[in-house]
């Protein structure tokens, strides 16, 4: 298994070096980074160091069903680009922004990073609040 310490240093220099953000190591193979007000987790794949994954965890405060929550993930997750709407088995919303950053089997470029990144958390973050907008607005038929 291949090392991620030289991926690692590939996302410190974007993300705290070109843009200013403040992350943290999870573990090995994860970074949390402050998203607006959310908080993110980037996954690194020493195996595939060119394939990007930004996932955010939301709990959402709705009295909507299962079923209806699962509709609004697979609306989301056909009309967002570039992001994938799940819910896990507790019920949360999962948002995931997946890509490829780099050629194959390529380290990332630290200014090609801090050039998309803005794009991909943008593209993230519309998803949440139309994930949170049609939440809100099942609630409001539902108490009809």
Known sequence: MAS???LMRVYFRALHDRLGLEFE???????????SAYRGVITLDPED?????LTLALQ?????SRRTMEG???????TAKL???????DGDLLLAAETVVAGHQQ????GYLAQVMPRIFSLLLSAVDGVHESVELEK???DS
Do not use: G, W
């Not at 190591?25 to 998203?35: F, G, Q």
């Not at 380290?107 to 630290?110: M, R, S």
């Open 4 to 6: 991620t310490q030289p």
């Open 83 to 89: 992001v994938k709407v799940t819910l896990d088995r």
């Open 25 to 35: 190591p999870l573990d090995d193979n994860s970074l949390a980074v402050n998203i």
């Open 107 to 110: 380290l990332p470029e630290p």
């Open 140 to 142: 409001m038929l539902i």
């Open 72 to 78: 609004i993930c697979l609306r989301h997750t056909a």
């Open 49 to 53: 160091p060119a394939y990007f994954r």
């Open 60 to 64: 959402p405060n709705a009295t909507v």
